[in-house]
């Protein structure tokens, strides 16, 4: 087990790469913890939690709501969790950014880790401490930032993750890649998805350099306020677009990382989006969609990084360099 401590903020989280759940039982105390996981992670791999008090979500981002906060508060209590109890997340996002934030409030704040099972979470929702639910429409409107305990990385459990979701998750790896690593775009070039499933060591390579990319980005803006905003690369337009034509997440930042390079290209000078787009081709994402302007420029002008009639844009000066911009609305809406 590759064990390497980090600083976040005033927190110390433990970083277990290349692990396995069964030895979970090393770093927290059996007796005083319950997994929180969901009905797709119990289904594939029932003996992985057999010896764990556990609590099963149902699957999906439309669990992600205080509903499911309460209805786990009152497991909780029927378990009898107390200020000495660990909570472990054991799932993809959805599952550890609920965990993380009932861990938050419950009893005033518990303690807490993830096993994350999905790419997404891997490299990218299980760090940086932000987790809460959502609230109708609106995604994460309500929640904390506050670090877990540990990670855990057991690859073993990506056997049962669906394909779709592989696909979902390298948009955030090939996101990291042209904010701020070049080497990891030319070596996501040579490769693909197919060649990652098959090559357990090029993958655990692969997660571990994307957790310590995230983690180094979250270690120098935990709250933020700069270097974090670089982490919304393709996400403005990305979540404009999700929610209103039935894209996944994965396939509605690749199209707001294409559109964010075409739109560097005027503005930063940037001259490699025709390969940004190639990229994102050979892991199976689209590169545009048809949309309704109007429609679009709604919801993206609501977008949390707006202040007035400016927006904080994510762009590219070159690849491996993000740079954040602000722009005006009105030409926001006229390069759409
Ligand atoms: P998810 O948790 O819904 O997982 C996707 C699907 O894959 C689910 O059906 C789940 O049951 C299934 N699954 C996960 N791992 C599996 C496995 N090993 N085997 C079989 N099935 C498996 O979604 P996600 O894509 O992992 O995460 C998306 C969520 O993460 C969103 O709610 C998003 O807001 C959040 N997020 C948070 C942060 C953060 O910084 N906190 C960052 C990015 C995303």
Redesign the pocket.
């Known amino acids: 087990m590759k064990h390497k401590k980090v600083k976040i903020g005033q927190a110390q989280v433990d970083y277990f790469f290349d692990s396995n759940l069964t030895s979970l039982s090393r770093i927290t105390d059996k007796k005083s913890t319950i997994l929180v996981t ?1 009905e ?2 119990v289904t ?1 791999h029932p003996q992985k939690f057999s010896s764990w008090k556990t609590i099963v979500l149902k ?3 439309k669990y ?1 709501t205080q509903a499911t906060v309460d209805d786990i508060v009152s497991q909780l209590i029927g378990l009898e969790a107390d200020r000495n109890t660990t909570l472990v997340g054991v ?5 550890t ?1 609920l965990t993380g934030y009932l861990a938050s409030v419950y009893m005033r704040g518990i303690r807490f880790g993830f096993v994350p ?2 790419i ?2 891997l490299v ?2 299980s760090i ?1 401490g ?2 809460g639910v959502d609230v109708g429409v609106f ?2 409107i309500v929640g904390t930032i506050r670090q877990p305990s540990f990670l855990l990385h057991d690859h073993r ?2 056997a ?3 394909e779709m ?1 592989w696909i ?1 998750g390298f948009a955030e790896i090939i996101k990291h890649a042209c904010i701020r690593d070049a080497a990891m775009f030319r070596e996501l070039e040579d490769h693909s998805i197919p060649f990652f499933q098959r090559n357990k060591k090029a993958l655990a390579d692969l997660i571990r350099r994307n957790t310590l990319l995230k983690t180094k980005v979250v270690q120098l803006d935990e709250f933020e306020k700069n270097e974090r905003r670089l982490l919304n690369f393709g996400h403005t337009l990305g979540h404009a677009l999700e929610n209103q034509y039935n894209l996944t ?1 994965g396939q509605a930042v690749a199209i707001g990382m294409v559109f964010a390079s075409r739109m560097s290209e005027k503005i930063t000078g940037f001259r490699q989006a025709e390969r940004v787009g190639r990229l994102i081709e050979n892991y199976q994402l689209p590169t545009a969609i048809s949309y309704d302007r109007d429609k679009v420029f709604e919801v993206l002008k609501m977008d949390k990084k707006r202040a007035r009639k400016e927006m904080n844009y994510v762009l590219l000066q070159k690849i491996g360099k993000g740079v954040v911009h602000s722009l005006p609305l009105d030409y926001l809406r006229s390069q759409l």
């Open positions: 969901d797709h992670l594939a699957p999906g981002e992600k799932g993809g996002g959805v599952v950014d099972t999905s997404l979470a990218d929702a940086g932000k987790n995604k994460n459990l990506l049962s993750l669906p979701e979902n997440h």
